[in-house]
């Protein structure tokens, strides 16, 4: 009996202990306070909520994007609330702009403590509309503009042993999901180098933090590119993006994915739908692959006789579908979409 009481007295001052320092924590204000987070792609969108995320523990934000009115919105944002940001263009599939990027950085600020590649573009439509070109924009975008970035940045971290790459990747990553091919094919190809960077620098002092997503309500429907029968293909593909329980807030993924910076985490999968869909895969792939079989041949619109045309963003297709449902089951994605200042485009992310 007595062993017991000491039992439940040493378990009690362990747990208030726990919770102590679980306390302490959030009460000792910023975790990275002073650090410089460059965040590639963040002048909307997740990026963009990235960049708000990584300001409140306190880093110094580098934005940066290719379009210059949304990068000076964004800022304007950070910096009303309280943020040290600098906000820069650049075009990461363009080697020549990522080096001048990073020259400015280092002329403000020294060095880069956490590098966050995250510029993307997403495609959808199926594979008799996509062209060899389409191929080549998003492995542009989402391979070598995570691959420049990365190496650019890596050897100062090595020399000072010291630093984190983070990789935003996607499900797409591990699953590869019917009319979004060429946008699967460039995660892949960033999940493997985020991967074999982690296992090639440990040791070393630099982290590489693999972030695999599933749906999540940025507002990036509004800004994704259809093609095929455009106005179908937008409406599976926003449902998707917005609606809660298959959706994963934009807020709550930043959150996460700072979190899994700060630990060094190997890997981390946002959402359930998205962990459920990879462990399903990991046990039963080829079981996965006919299930995807029958959704494309069931759900998604057809893709027979489609022409290769140019594609239409996400906006300029919901203007010609006037749905006052839609635009009800929207809400949550329109809502979010302003937030994270989704607004019309002149030249892209």
């Not at 009996?1 to 102590?20: E, H, P, R, T, Y």
């Not at 919901?318 to 809502?335: E, F, N, P, W, Y």
Request: glycine fraction near 10%.
């Amino acid at each position: 009996m007595k062993n017991q009481k000491i039992a439940f007295a040493a378990a009690g001052l362990v747990a208030a202990g726990i919770v102590s320092a679980v306390v302490s924590r959030r009460r000792s204000g910023p975790r990275l306070a002073g650090q410089v987070a460059l965040i590639t792609g963040s002048s909307r969108g997740l990026g963009f909520q990235l960049a708000r995320e990584f300001a409140r523990e306190g880093c110094r934000v580098v934005i940066c994007a290719r379009d210059g009115l949304e990068l000076e919105r964004a800022r304007q944002d950070l910096a009303g609330r309280g943020a040290e940001v600098l906000a820069l263009l650049c075009d990461v599939s363009n080697r020549a702009d990522v080096e001048r990027l990073f020259e400015r950085v280092r002329s403000q600020w020294d060095s880069v403590d956490i590098l966050v590649n995250n510029a993307g573009v997403i495609q959808v439509g199926p594979i008799e509309s996509m062209r060899v070109e389409d191929f080549e924009q998003t492995m542009a975008i989402m391979f070598w503009g995570t691959l420049y970035p990365t190496l650019a940045v890596l050897p100062e971290m090595l020399e000072r042993k010291s630093g984190r790459i983070v990789n935003i990747t996607s499900i797409g990553a591990k699953v590869s999901v019917p009319h979004l091919v060429p946008y699967s094919c460039a995660k892949s190809a960033a999940l493997a180098l985020s991967e074999g960077l982690r296992a090639e620098v440990a040791g070393k002092g630099v982290y590489v933090i693999s972030i695999v997503p599933g749906l999540m309500r940025t507002g990036s429907y509004q800004q994704a590119l259809f093609k095929g029968k455009q106005q179908d293909e937008y409406e599976w593909f926003s449902l998707g993006a917005t609606l809660p329980g298959i959706s994963m807030s934009a807020e709550r993924a930043a959150r996460q994915i700072v979190e899994a910076t700060i630990r060094g985490d190997a890997e981390r999968i946002l959402s359930t739908p998205a962990n459920l869909l990879a462990r399903f895969k990991g046990l039963f792939p080829s079981l996965t692959t006919k299930i995807l079989a029958l959704v494309n041949a069931m759900v998604l619109p057809e893709g027979e006789g489609t022409e290769q045309g140019d594609p239409s963003r996400g906006k300029e297709v919901h203007a010609g579908i006037r749905s006052q449902v839609l635009d009800l089951i929207h809400t949550l994605g329109r809502l979010a979409g302003e937030r994270l200042n989704q607004e019309p485009v002149t030249s892209g992310r």
